[in-house]
């Protein structure tokens, strides 16, 4: 609230009044401000007030019409009070047109006592308050649901990125006959996307973190090269579509940052996907690293529509398209440059955009602080038992989606398991009370009986003690845990979940 939205504006009949009326209420620690006619109150009115005072004498004539036209076009949060001292009170002619005209009137009739006029003004005042309290839980309320809108935006742009590697993939292996290897490499660059998606999905469960535009990173040494190969490939759909040629120009020797590698990816697939969007067909994408002892520096540079010199800044802004006739055709929300920036600078780096002008290409920057290469990193070995470990458990699928189910059947069946499969309640228990399982996976969001009430049943029923009940589900935040582990669930694992994290749960179980 500024200052002068709580001052008293003045317009009495004589300037010995005025004398009068302005030291009492600063005594009372009212700032106040004399008016010299209506068309200098209705400017003041405009630049903010808290109240007016106003003789009969005032508003009696065509005189008062820059304050009635100011007082009637008042936003829907605000009601300026508005004194009037009269002679005759209520029986004024004037005053009786002005009840009607002026919106939120009060009449002090003369003389009037000091404490009258001060108490009046007070009063005013504390519902002036009020209404701009009225205004700053609207305006908060705005600026909310434009951070949900925009956060929203940001989300379906970014989840789009990922599903373009993966429909390529489920497409190749649909249509080729691959060698093993291809196809081990095809399923790590799908889980490599999937990931990627459920990490996002995380940040849309967390409300009140993003509400507050909070972001945890989960940092380790990375090296960015690798960095750089996924956001790629997260590309290269859109890049051949374009018939774009894209150029990786890359040190022999691998340079490594502390960071994100998801979130880094995000950073670099953005530039990438803006570079081919501004980058005619046949045209040229180049991305090149270089490093100091300090720096690990990435710049991506294209032969696109460039950017106005007083636009490079203007483009990290949120929503901002450079090139408002492109947007139809070229798609996109104006967000990508928004985001690398922010992941940038939580990574302790800087981005920054050059460009010669309209036609001539962009180059985007991106420094990060350069750290050493892991010593000895741990290598997981990926050769583990994980075919048998499911023997020994007779595993029940319960989720109302089929494909989900019958996935994650085959799955458990592919490390070993006995798996039956149910899409809803009352299925389940009957192919519980058929063959009883060890374990059994459930959804909680099922129709007509939901996880909670199967579970419950399951609990309540002596000839299903010792089944391991697991929720499987995409309802994720710490309240739902809770409601789930206290319905009688012994374990909660989110949707998608991550396939270690399956064979950990079976190999705690055995």
């Excluded at 600078?345 to 050059?354: A, C, D, M, P, Q």
């Excluded at 109302?400 to 389940?428: C, I, M, P, T, W």
Aim: with cysteine; aromatic share 2%; hydrophobic share 45%.
């Amino acid at each position: 609230m500024l200052a002068n939205e709580l001052r008293v504006l003045l317009k009495l009949v004589t300037a010995k009044d005025t004398a009068i009326v302005l030291p009492l209420l600063a005594r009372s620690g009212i700032a106040a401000l004399a008016c010299s006619d209506a068309a200098s109150m209705a400017k003041e009115i405009s630049g903010g007030a808290g109240a007016v005072v106003i003789a009969e004498e005032a508003i009696d004539g065509q005189g008062i019409e820059p304050v009635l036209s100011c007082l009637q076009s008042q936003p829907p949060w605000s009601d300026l009070p508005v004194i009037v001292v009269a002679r005759s009170g209520l029986d004024s002619p004037a005053i009786t047109g002005a009840i009607g005209t002026l919106g939120n009137v009060t009449v002090l009739e003369r003389p009037m006592r000091v404490t009258t006029l001060v108490s009046t003004v007070r009063s005013a005042l504390v519902a002036r308050k009020r209404q701009y309290q009225l205004r700053s839980t609207l305006d908060g309320l705005r600026e909310a649901d434009q951070r949900k809108t925009e956060f929203l935006a940001t989300l379906a742009h970014e989840l789009r990125n990922p599903l373009a590697p993966l429909r390529t993939a489920l497409t190749i292996v649909s249509k080729q006959q691959l060698e093993p290897d291809k196809l081990q490499a095809l399923y790590a660059m799908m889980d490599r996307q999937v990931t990627h998606m459920v990490r996002l999905i995380d940040d849309l469960m967390e409300v009140s973190r993003i509400s507050r535009g909070k972001i945890t990173l989960r940092t380790a040494a990375i090296a960015v090269d690798s960095v750089l190969r996924d956001a790629v490939e997260v590309n290269r759909p859109l890049l051949a579509d374009a018939s774009q040629q894209l150029v990786l120009d890359l040190p022999e020797e691998p340079c490594h940052v502390r960071g994100d590698a998801v979130r880094l990816t995000q950073v670099f697939a953005n530039l990438l996907n803006n570079a081919s969007k501004f980058t005619p067909s046949e045209g040229h994408i180049r991305v090149s690293m270089r490093s100091d002892e300090k720096i690990v520096r990435v710049q991506v540079t294209d032969t696109g529509i460039g950017i106005p010199e007083d636009m490079l800044e203007a483009v990290f802004g949120m929503f901002v398209q450079i090139h408002s006739s492109l947007r139809g055709a070229q798609g996109g929300l104006g967000v990508g440059l928004t985001l690398a920036r922010s992941l940038v600078e939580l990574h302790g780096g800087r981005i920054s955009v050059t460009s010669p002008g309209p036609h001539a290409g962009t180059t985007v920057t991106v420094e990060l602080p350069r750290v050493a290469a892991p010593v000895n990193p741990h290598t997981s070995d990926a050769s583990t038992e994980e075919g048998n470990v499911g023997e020994g458990h007779q595993i029940l699928v319960v989720d109302d989606n089929r494909d989900a189910a019958d996935s994650l059947a085959q799955l458990f069946a592919a490390l070993g398991a006995k798996v039956s499969v149910a899409y809803g309640g009352e299925e389940a228990l009957s192919a519980m009370a058929a063959a009883l399982p060890s374990i059994a996976f459930i959804d909680i969001g099922m129709p007509v009986m939901d996880g909670y009430e199967l579970a419950a049943r399951i609990r309540a029923s002596a000839s299903f003690s010792g089944v391991v009940l697991v929720a499987l589900t995409g309802w994720g935040q710490a309240t739902d845990r809770e409601r789930i582990l206290n319905s009688g669930f012994d374990h909660h694992l989110i949707k998608p979940a991550d396939v270690q994290q399956l064979i950990r749960l079976l190999q705690s179980i055995h």
